[in-house]
């Protein structure tokens, strides 16, 4: 597992693209973040010039980092 990046050091566009390695939908992220789609969708839609809330930016991150490693069987891996 990799270190924790505090909430104020988190990019939402890179963690959407780790979302979408994951092949998860938002919703079902979400509720493994213990968020809201809306919040999911407005944190991911986050320009870099664009403040964000810590807070969903700490649980998006706590389970990109929980399910990056044991990856749900969305994700499709291929070489």
């Known amino acids: 597992m990799t270190q924790h990046v505090p909430p104020t050091m988190r990019e939402p566009k890179g963690d959407h693209n780790r979302r979408l390695s ?3 939908d938002p919703e079902a992220f979400a509720a493994a973040a213990g968020i809201t789609p809306e919040q999911l969708r407005a944190y991911e839609l ?3 010039d664009q403040d964000f809330d810590l807070d969903v930016a ?3 991150g706590w389970a990109l ?3 990056e490693a044991n990856p749900p069987s969305s994700q499709k891996v291929q070489n």
């Open 58 to 60: 700490d649980r998006v």
């Open 65 to 67: 980092e929980r399910l």
């Open 46 to 48: 986050t320009s870099p």
């Open 22 to 24: 994951l092949g998860m």
